[in-house]
């Protein structure tokens, strides 16, 4: 029996199973529960017990997660559809590492660009970097997806940090993004950087040249306030960016892995290299325990079995990501790029259709909003959608304690009511206690039941620094990489965003009226002739 076939029989005996119950085991929250120095990974509200465990655990070893481990860390070309290594852990590694990629040690160059990074943040920071009207008090980074997503979340997320100029971000190519972000700021004092790994695309683009004319109405030497983060330097240089402002970086940093290196340049404006630094070191201390703990005690290994669990053998279709912290906003989005544009994949890296489901639908919001939106379906909708709070013990406004621990009392309970739900014979109760009788009665007793048994984990760590903020982006990247690796996906391409690219490319000129739309569907062919005739 493979453990696919073991734990689909588990599953089934699973089935019915109290989690609840499973708490008349003595220590059960500390046995299903990983430590990652002072974090804490709770994953005891789930159905999940010693035997699904154990075959979770073989499952993960027979998918040869700790030789694929050591193979994304040791630079082998693991992306195989592109022929390229993995290795954004390489940007945050510690003054000793070295790194070979053709066997040549990549760390020297990492190194070279951190600390340029440095400088050039420093010298913006301090004033001796200036634009045209004096100090830069403005920052916007053009960028979309990896080059866009992980430095807002980490931005908004490092908010108490801030201690450098304002930083805004631009991404969509809808005019109206760069039009409300511009037209509060002054050109003379905005530094304006284009983040793109391969410089060609085209939103990106498009919002680089807006910026550069605006720019143009009142700055002389417009390329002096614009600085590039890519890994295409020779297109960096066509378009007029000096050399001196270009951070450059290797292939083998996928978009979505990027924020560690020059793409994070906007985080390290805002909150400076001390703050960045820390911000690295938690992840490569999240690095060296992947790396080298049992995989039973691996936080990254854990999460994503967990993981496995619910999307592969239960089948819940999605998952909900849930922060109970205002300042991970935008960690939805990120995840949201991060595990469905690594692992929302049809074929295995042979090429096979996929045997079982690709990676779940990622979607979610901070807590406490969500609650009084969307929590009404996953406490009492007909699908599970097994549900990841985050949460700081402490926040930042310590005459604030009070709204933290409202906070934190709504995530904990939230877990808690998820698991233990309200019986039909509770619901009667409150019901008779409020003077209801007969079938009215039993009529609002039954809309007042929630089923509960609903699985969930609680990531719960001391504060939101820039080194758990580190900690916890690098533990989902590894989670990411370990479901991936059970899948038997490529989790470093992303073929999935080609086709859209292209279409949208040729139906440029369609909408232009320059060329017809003949070859096109009948549906498109009447949103095209639509548009024609309402835009003007
Ligand atoms: O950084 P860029 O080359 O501009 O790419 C930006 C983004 O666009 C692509 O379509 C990919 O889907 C993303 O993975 C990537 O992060």
Redesign the pocket.
């Known amino acids: 029996m493979t453990p696919w076939d073991r734990l689909s029989t588990l599953a089934e005996t699973a089935q019915g199973q109290s989690i609840l119950d499973l708490f008349t085991q003595e220590g059960r929250a500390a046995e299903f529960s990983a430590r990652f120095g002072d974090m804490l990974f709770d994953y005891s509200k789930t159905q999940i017990d010693t035997k699904t465990r154990a075959a979770l655990l073989d499952l993960a070893r027979e998918a040869g997660v700790e030789s694929r481990r050591a193979a994304m860390f040791s630079g082998e070309k693991i992306n195989e559809t592109e022929g390229r290594a993995v290795l954004h852990t390489a940007l945050r590694a510690g003054p000793e590492a070295r790194v070979l990629v053709d066997g040549v040690d990549v760390m020297p160059g990492v190194r070279k660009t951190r600390a340029a990074m440095a400088r050039f943040a420093e010298d913006l920071r301090s004033g001796a970097f200036m634009g045209q009207g004096g100090a830069i008090t403005d920052v916007v980074n053009i960028?979309?997806?990896?080059?866009?997503l992980g430095p807002v979340m980490a931005v908004l997320a490092l908010a108490p940090y801030h201690d450098g100029p304002k930083v805004h971000f631009v991404s969509n190519v809808d005019g109206a993004h760069i039009h409300d972000t511009l037209q509060h700021l002054d050109p003379t004092t905005t530094l304006v950087i284009v983040?793109?790994?391969?410089?060609?695309?085209i939103e990106?683009m498009t919002n680089a040249e807006t910026a550069r004319k605006w720019m143009a109405t009142q700055v002389t030497d417009t390329g002096a306030q614009f600085a590039a983060l890519?890994s295409n330097t020779e297109a960096t240089q066509e378009w007029g960016i000096a050399q001196n402002r270009v951070f450059g970086f290797e292939d083998w940093v996928?978009?979505?892995y990027?924020l560690w290196g020059p793409?994070g340049l906007s985080i390290m404006l805002a909150v400076g290299a001390d703050n960045f630094d820390a911000f690295l070191q938690g992840a490569a201390e999240m690095d060296a325990h992947f790396c080298t703990v049992p995989l039973h005690d691996n936080v990254p290994v854990m999460l994503a079995l967990v993981g496995i669990w619910h999307a592969q053998i239960q089948g819940h279709a999605s998952r909900a990501v849930l922060p109970y912290d205002q300042r991970l906003l935008r960690l939805p989005a990120y995840l949201q790029?991060l595990e469905m544009?690594s692992n929302g994949k049809r074929v295995s890296m042979d090429g096979a259709d996929l045997a079982r489901d690709s990676g779940p639908i990622v979607w979610g919001e901070p807590g406490t909003n969500g609650q009084h939106a969307f929590y009404q379906l996953i406490h009492q909708g007909t699908r599970t959608v097994p549900c990841e709070f985050l949460v700081a013990a402490k926040g930042h406004e310590p005459d604030l304690a009070h709204h933290h621990a409202l906070l934190v009392a709504n995530c904990l309970a939230q877990s808690e009511a998820l698991m233990r739900g309200r019986s039909l014979d509770e619901a009667r109760s409150s019901m008779a206690a409020k003077g209801l009788a007969g079938p009215e009665l039993e009529r609002q007793a039954r809309h007042r039941v929630f089923p509960g048994n609903r699985p969930s984990t609680t990531l719960i760590y001391p504060q939101l620094t820039p080194r758990t903020l580190g900690q916890i982006i690098a533990l989902y990247e590894h989670r990411v990489f370990v479901e991936g690796i059970i899948l038997g996906i490529n989790s470093y391409d992303?073929w999935g965003?080609?086709l859209g690219?292209e279409l949208a490319t040729k139906l440029g000129p369609v909408l232009a009226g320059e060329t017809g739309a003949d070859d096109k569907d009948g549906s498109t062919r009447a949103l095209i002739e639509y548009v024609q005739s309402n835009r003007s």
């Open positions: 960028g979309i997806g990896g080059s866009d983040a793109s790994k391969t410089f060609t695309t990106t890519s996928g978009g979505r990027s793409i790029q544009e992303q965003v080609e690219k």
